[in-house]
């Protein structure tokens, strides 16, 4: 009888780090930078993602521990069954697989924005209306084409996927840097007047909370890096995980600051909140020249890629685990037996991401919303699995101090639970927010229960 097939064994250390960036950056510095800064102002933007980054170390040091111990690709589902009931594992995991699979179909839908904006032809041929927003036909049919570029590198083998990973996370890197440098040297401090976007004695408060409400959302990534952990090449060392675990969470942190701090000193921030693409506005208002446009957009583009990419990837991975253990139907456990890719799971994924795209612009805000809260979630789940884990195994002042870490990073996550579900914090859930929700629980539940049948 021939064994079963595996997944593929080929990544390393630079591999997980593209990986963990990847999931975390991608367009929303230039597609949603506006909403960023009307949440906040540049004072509340900045120090909103900064703050979100450094409470998130706690959450980081437990998915290092859990990696290194419990080398699973099911994570959140393998962790929480240590020592919770079933239900909670599988809640966490099919949570964090929508935080993850909820970045595809707005990649699908970004894509047709960013380029519209350089060809204007693209935004024609108006279909129908989701939300208020027109869908067009050659934007929909662009999304519907990346999507499938996608579906392709992750049906044919995570060698070939992780290969495109690094090139557009190291592309993008070297051009951030680029338009980064230029624009230091032409930003103004009155540009940052006011520093918050909120007025009044806790003015700052406010607008630091507005936008770490959506932090979880574009700083959810770190913790793809144990998704993808049954795949590290041979000989790979474990400490190798901690490492991109906390490379990319650092770097990501850092990207976010650092572009709402370069396009607010570029232009006066309140006009850009009426701007769409007000990355593009505040650098082509600084030089006046159209070049800078092209290299953002040369950047946005393969951001894009990377981040469609690497969150695709990780949800495959999530589903395939949950059909492994026959949480969901057990067909999305098959592995290729030539490619060594999860390809039902790929396929579902890819599903997902169309019907997804086929809502249009109208996604683009609930989506940070929701993925925010999943992403929450999954991470509270994993902290509270890790204290009561340590507490079975032991107490000593090593692992006192470990627990100690664990609750802190429990309480972060909560936090961020709690200020989308409480509706008299601004900003809180909305009914599309808690529609979407409820239809991918929904969703959950049924492929669960078919499977008992």
């Not at 999507?147 to 890197?173: A, C, D, H, K, P």
């Not at 918050?196 to 408060?205: E, H, R, V, Y």
Request: contains cysteine.
């Amino acid at each position: 009888m021939s064994p079963q097939p595996a997944l593929a064994r080929t990544l390393r250390t630079t591999e997980y780090f593209a990986l963990a960036f990847g999931t975390m950056v991608g367009v929303g510095w230039l597609l949603v930078i506006d909403d960023w800064l009307t949440r906040g102002g540049p004072g509340g933007a900045m120090l909103g993602f900064l703050i979100g980054g450094v409470a998130l170390i706690p959450v980081a040091f437990v998915y290092g521990k859990f990696v290194r111990e419990i080398p699973d690709a099911a994570s959140e589902l393998a962790y929480a069954a240590t020592v919770f009931p079933p239900a909670i594992g599988f809640a966490a995991s099919w949570l964090m697989t929508l935080a993850y699979l909820i970045v595809c179909p707005w990649e699908a839908v970004a894509v047709g924005r960013l380029l519209g904006y350089l060809f204007p032809a693209i935004q024609t041929i108006e279909i129908y209306h989701v939300g208020g927003y027109a869908v067009y036909l050659p934007s929909l049919l662009l999304g519907f084409a990346v999507t499938l570029l996608i579906i392709l590198l992750n049906y044919r083998g995570i060698r070939i996927s992780s290969r495109f990973q690094n090139y557009t996370t190291f592309g993008l890197l070297a051009l951030f840097t680029i338009f980064t440098l230029l624009g230091i040297g032409r930003s103004r401090i009155e540009n940052f007047e006011p520093f918050f976007a909120s007025a009044g004695a806790l003015g700052g408060l406010v607008s630091i909370i507005l936008v770490l409400q959506i932090v979880p959302y574009f700083l959810t990534g770190f913790e793809a890096v144990p998704k993808c952990c049954e795949e590290a090449d041979e000989g790979f060392q474990s400490g190798g995980f901690v490492k991109a675990i906390f490379l990319g969470l650092a770097v990501g942190t850092l990207f976010y600051v650092a572009i709402i701090g370069v396009v607010s000193g570029l232009a006066p921030w309140k006009m850009l909140t009426q701007q769409s693409f007000a990355t593009a506005v505040a650098f082509e208002s600084a030089f006046g020249s159209r070049w800078i446009v092209r290299l953002i957009f040369a950047a946005a583009l393969v951001s894009l890629l990377k981040v469609f990419n690497a969150n695709f990837l990780t949800a495959s991975r999530l589903v395939f685990s949950l059909g492994r253990r026959k949480l969901i139907p057990a067909a999305m456990g098959d592995i290729h037996p030539r490619f060594q890719t999860p390809t039902i799971a790929v396929l579902f994924c890819g599903a997902v991401t169309v019907i997804g795209a086929l809502l249009g612009r109208s996604i683009l805000v609930p989506i940070t919303e929701v993925g925010s809260l999943c992403s929450a979630f999954g991470w509270s789940v994993t902290c509270f699995a890790f204290t009561r884990w340590r507490k079975n195994a032991g107490a000593d002042t090593f692992r006192k101090r470990e627990i100690l870490i664990a609750y802190t990073g429990a309480l972060v996550a909560v936090v961020f639970v709690l200020l989308k579900l409480i509706p008299t914090i601004p900003g809180s859930f909305r009914i599309w927010e808690y529609v979407a929700l409820a239809t991918w629980l929904a969703l959950g539940l049924f492929l669960r229960k078919i499977t008992r049948l």
